[in-house]
């Protein structure tokens, strides 16, 4: 939970709105100065759509959450980053189920300026989902680790007979 708080306040808040707000308003635009719709208007929200969940989710967001709740748990960034690079697409399936619908409605409807605050809101319900996802592939590393530690601890049971 600590995980997706501080993550949520760091990356989710500054770091969407820089990319959200400033970057793409520039590089992608949907409006004109007059006011009016730009021609490319919906080629340009799919380049957002695009940019957004093929390079800033694998690039930035699921790695800066990685290496967040890896300090948390006490890794170092470099175990946080190979985690990650194990996991990425399971990682990344949830993210982009939720976000590339929801990323069409936030960059075609949403006002610039209600960005942020609306994909908080829709964060909340993936964020849910993406903990419940996290416990899967915890549990999942947890049971890998467990199949290779217990061969090296089998016991004897006639030996033990024996003693």
């Not at 006002?111 to 416990?135: C, D, E, I, Y």
Request: glycine share 6%.
């Amino acid at each position: 939970v600590a995980a997706f708080g501080i993550w949520g306040f760091a990356y989710c808040g500054a770091g969407l709105y820089f990319f959200y707000g400033k970057v793409f308003s520039r590089a992608f635009p949907l409006v004109l100065a007059d006011g009016t719709r730009h021609p490319q208007f919906f080629q340009n929200v799919m380049k957002m759509v695009f940019v957004d969940n093929a390079i800033l989710t694998p690039a930035f967001f699921m790695p800066s959450y990685y290496t967040i709740k890896g300090y948390i748990d006490g890794t170092t960034a470099m175990q946080s980053i190979r985690l990650y690079q194990s996991e990425w697409f399971e990682a990344c399936k949830i993210v982009w189920f939720f976000w590339i619908p929801a990323h069409t409605i936030t960059f075609s409807v949403v006002p610039l300026h209600l960005r942020v605050p609306f994909t908080s809101a829709v964060s909340m319900f993936t964020m849910m989902v993406n903990s419940w996802k996290q416990g899967k592939l915890e549990a999942a590393r947890n049971m890998t680790f467990r199949d290779e530690l217990l061969p090296s601890i089998s016991l004897d049971v006639d030996r033990l007979e024996e003693i």
